[in-house]
């Protein structure tokens, strides 16, 4: 997964009035100044695609809601967790001869 605002940005575009098809979100952004085909925001939606804040700032205006509210804060707490998970069984696999020292 490449971005969190995915899975909410595909929730606000059904629950605009009326919903709105990635088309005719597309078509909207484009209005905005951001020339998005339905492709790409397919892979947003999807999470394949990563979204610079320019484009938060830019869904979030076209679907009118807050930016906050495409920040699914309790699955970037959720990845966080298991990034920092990842890191820590990488660094107890790395040989004691190369492991860092406190001695510096």
């Known amino acids: 997964m490449k971005n969190i605002v995915g899975k909410r940005v595909q929730e606000a575009r059904r629950k605009f009035s009326p919903p709105l098809s990635q088309e ?51 699955l970037f707490e959720s990845l966080l967790k298991k990034h920092r998970g990842k890191q820590e069984s990488k660094s107890k696999n790395i040989p004691r001869s190369i492991a860092p020292t406190s001695d510096l």
């Open 24 to 74: 005719a979100l597309a078509a909207r952004l484009k209005l905005e100044g951001w020339n998005i085909s339905r492709g790409t925001l397919s892979k947003i939606e999807a999470g394949i695609r990563r979204v610079t804040d320019f484009e938060v700032m830019a869904l979030a205006r076209t679907l009118k809601v807050s930016p906050k509210r495409l920040l699914n804060k309790q």
